[in-house]
């Protein structure tokens, strides 16, 4: 655990709030669940909470199924992390922060798709090596919780199958966490 040497005090009515420099770094937001854990010695631990991740396993078997399927690498992301991938080695990217451009795509709530000569969207920031062939955000309650990814590959086009794939995908996965 990291000390941030920021010290906040309960309000009359159990709140605390989180300085701002603490939500912009860890991409919190307004009306953001977080999970609560404690440890003994009074720690008390805030995380983001992740439905998608929940889903661990399962997530990891269905991005193998979309990979076989299209031939194509996928993976699949909440909105902070990728947490599932296939057809690239998983180290290159499961648990990286997705980029920005990728966060604004989920949050627009509509499904990208990379054309040639159109603007490239990074995977994570954290390895520029994988671009976003298609982007079919995970909808749940009407809030984007994630993605589901295909990996632009020079070898493979990524087609209207494709697209018509991640969005059903991405529509399985969002009613799946009803």
């Known amino acids: 655990m990291k000390a941030t040497g920021i010290v906040r005090r309960i309000d009359d009515l159990g709140r605390i709030v989180i300085p701002k420099e603490i939500r912009r770094t860890m991409r919190i937001h307004e009306g953001d669940p977080l999970e609560i854990f404690t440890e003994s010695g009074g720690t008390v631990i805030f995380k983001k909470y992740s439905p998608i991740g929940e889903l661990g396993e399962f997530a990891a078997q ?43 795509i989920m949050n627009s ?34 809030d984007s919780i994630g993605a589901v990814i295909f990996v632009a590959e020079p070898s493979a086009s990524v087609g209207e199958v494709e697209t018509k794939l991640a969005e059903t995908a991405a529509g399985f996965l969002g009613k799946t966490m009803e």
């Open 109 to 142: 709530k509509s499904l990208f798709t990379a054309e040639s000569g159109a603007k490239t969207v990074q995977i994570s920031d954290e390895n520029d090596k994988y671009e976003a062939g298609v982007v079919a955000p995970i909808i749940f309650d009407g």
């Open 62 to 104: 269905y991005a193998d199924s979309l990979c076989k399927s299209a031939g194509i690498p996928a993976c699949i992301t909440d909105k902070d992390n990728v947490i599932a991938v296939s057809g690239i080695p998983k180290k290159e990217l499961r648990e990286k922060k997705v980029s920005g451009e990728l966060e604004r």
